[in-house]
């Protein structure tokens, strides 16, 4: 990395998605000097993706707009790959690496899912959750297809009812909360009748028997590709035939650059303050990072962070601060609510893998080692995705702590590091 140029700016955004952007807005109206940082080849990030023949969501828009009318630059198709506060982010990009040095840095990295191994899960055909959303707006053709959507979290329904829209016929949606939990969830939600509207008509969009509680996907079976799904609630087991499925377990904050740089973490989430400051001066963080919340907490903590790190403020808008600690509270209830249950720690075989980039099985692991002895061992953890699938899966079925975070934080693209090194190579 000694062969990258560097860049100055005053603030620096990871992330482009609704609390990056909101954050990169309102940094730029105070005429301060702002990148944005973000390995999407467009802006939005994963929540506000799109199909291309279709227009974003209005509130994407209207920030967007905002945003293109202030000084932010982007950064796009971009990884951060190593930083430190003092000597700034080590990015590589479609122009090569940089280093982007900024006195004051945004984290707003944002959530991936969780995904819990299982027989059959690494099959082609088997996808998680969010992922089939996003090449569903990319495009993916899933009319006629039997579709079976598991695992845990509001994204569940909303999938399923898009795909329902898109010609797919849903088998079954399996969620693995209890009726109960759900039902307390939603007598919270009271005092937000759009979002309830919203579950109501999601569910009306598949067959009345296609939603289950307490249900998950107990193994995968076929050959080549996914063909049929076992599904257990309680002692019962029934076995479907699909053609897709689409499998994971909520989401989870992505802080790996929180943990590199040093900023404290708990329950798996960024310690902030009420100008979301972290542990680490300089260093703010937003959205999901934060904990799970959606949209419009996310914005209102991007504003708040943006505004900190522009200007230094203590003391936040009321009607920021509300939109705030909503979404703090609302989090909660979503882990909460959608805690996972004690037995999907057992779903996994000996022979089912769990590490997908080392092919590291079930059997390779020893349950007493630290989640370092494993990577030291097995290399579990290590590959291209640099644990970003393994990683959380591995600290969900061993409980192991999440531990120390090494350069590069991801694998970039393979054009990404081809430009890097033709950009380095000697000429004649």
């Known amino acids: 990395m ?32 702002v990148v944005i940082i973000d390995s999407g080849i467009a802006p939005g990030g994963q929540i506000w993706r799109h199909a291309q023949a279709s227009a ?58 969780l995904f819990i191994p299982f027989p059959g899960w690494t ?25 079976v959507v598991a695992g845990s979290g509001p994204l569940l329904l909303p999938v399923a009812a898009a795909m329902a829209r898109a010609g797919a016929r849903i088998i079954g949606v399996a969620e693995q909360a209890s ?23 999601y569910r009306a969009a598949m067959p009345l028997n296609a939603y289950r509680t307490q249900t998950w996907v107990e ?25 897709l499925l689409c499998c994971s377990y909520g ?21 902030v303050d009420g100008v979301q400051a972290t542990t680490v001066p300089g260093v703010f963080s937003a959205g999901e990072t934060t904990g799970v919340a959606g949209e419009a907490p996310a914005i209102a903590e991007g504003e708040i962070a943006g505004l900190a790190a522009a200007s230094s403020m203590t003391s936040v808008d009321p009607a920021l601060r509300r939109r705030q600690q909503a979404g703090r509270l609302f989090a909660d209830r979503l882990r909460e609510a959608f805690r996972l249950h004690a037995s999907l720690r057992t779903l996994a075989a000996p022979d089912t893998i769990v590490c997908r980039c080392e092919d590291v099985r079930l059997r390779d692991l020893d349950p007493s080692w630290t989640g370092r002895q494993a990577k030291l061992y097995t290399r579990a953890g290590m590959g291209p995705c640099q644990g970003a699938v393994c990683g959380p899966a591995l600290e969900h079925l061993f409980t192991w702590s ?10 970039p693209s393979l054009g990404a590091w081809m430009a890097d090194v033709t950009k380095t190579q000697p000429r004649g």
């Open 2 to 33: 000694s062969n990258a140029h560097t860049v100055e700016f005053d603030v620096a955004v990871v992330g482009g998605g609704p609390a990056g952007i909101a954050a990169a807005t309102r940094a730029a109206e105070h005429g301060r000097r």
């Open 56 to 113: 974003p969501p209005r509130i994407a828009q209207q920030w967007l707009t905002r945003l293109s009318e202030t000084s932010a630059q982007w950064m796009l198709q971009a990884t951060v790959v190593d930083g430190e506060v003092q000597r700034g982010l080590t990015v590589i990009g479609p122009e090569g690496t940089v280093r982007v040095r900024a006195p004051r840095m945004v984290i707003a990295t944002g959530a991936r899912e």
């Open 123 to 147: 099959l082609p055909n088997v996808m998680g959750v969010g992922g089939a959303q996003a090449m569903l707006k990319g495009g993916m053709a899933v009319r006629g297809k039997r579709v």
């Open 179 to 201: 009726t109960r939990r759900l039902g307390a969830f939603a007598l919270s939600l009271w005092s937000h009748p759009s979002t309830l509207v919203a579950a109501a008509r």
């Open 219 to 243: 193994r995968a079976e076929g050959v080549g590709r996914v063909e049929s799904v076992t599904l257990r609630t309680g002692n019962r087991r029934q076995t479907e035939s699909c053609d």
């Open 251 to 271: 989401l989870v904050p992505g802080i790996d650059l929180a943990r590199l740089l040093g900023c404290g973490i708990d329950g798996g989430r960024v310690i």
């Open 402 to 411: 999440a531990g120390s975070v090494r350069p590069p934080l991801l694998a």
